[in-house]
């Protein structure tokens, strides 16, 4: 039986992606300070940071409704910049990428001009090197010396979120289910 890609416009994050995101971001009834921009960008719940204030609070329940929204709302933007057909666990990976990094992210190069290096690699059906350009997204805040590269061996500040980058790429490849 051969399996194939499904158009974008009809995927939707599979429960798994879901539980992925959930499992990486952690849950947390009050709101915190994001690690990267302080107080400046409150966050709660499952990562959850639109319209969040310091002194929030959440419910378990409620995070999660928040999350599986601000997934979907982060999926009806992927779709806008992505074209390509996708397997589900592509798809689960990109979204999860975007939940995290910010969908400008993963659409845009870094100074907002053109396309990603995935989307570049999406639209002439690099699927491999779109997986791999995950692996891009290896920072957390500025880049002033090799070292702030969070896949820098030196890096004690956010090992987590390249070892995140390493998961979201296999699960991308689907070498490994979150």
């Not at 639109?50 to 999926?75: C, F, H, I, N, Y």
């Not at 190069?109 to 995950?134: E, H, K, M």
Request: hydrophobic share 35%.
């Amino acid at each position: 039986m051969e399996i194939t890609r499904t158009a974008v416009a009809a995927l939707v994050l599979s429960a798994t992606g879901l539980v992925y995101i959930a499992q990486r971001e952690d849950y947390s009834e009050r709101a915190y300070p994001d690690p990267v921009h302080g107080t400046r960008v409150a966050t709660i719940g499952y990562g959850s940071t639109e319209g969040v204030k310091m002194g929030d609070t959440t419910t378990p329940v409620r995070a999660l409704v928040r999350l599986r929204t601000d997934a979907s709302d982060a999926e009806r933007a992927l779709k806008r910049c992505f074209s390509a057909p996708m397997f589900q666990h592509e798809w689960d990976a990109y979204v999860a990428l975007a939940y995290n990094t910010g969908v400008t992210a993963v659409c845009k190069n870094i100074d907002r001009t053109g396309p990603s290096t995935i989307v570049r690699r999406l639209q002439v059906f690099d699927y491999r090197g779109a997986c791999d350009a995950i692996l891009l997204y290896d920072r957390a805040g500025p880049v002033n010396k090799p070292q702030d590269r969070c896949s820098h061996p030196e890096n004690r500040t956010c090992a987590g979120v390249w070892k995140d980058r390493q998961k979201l790429r296999a699960m991308c490849l689907g070498e490994s289910k979150p």
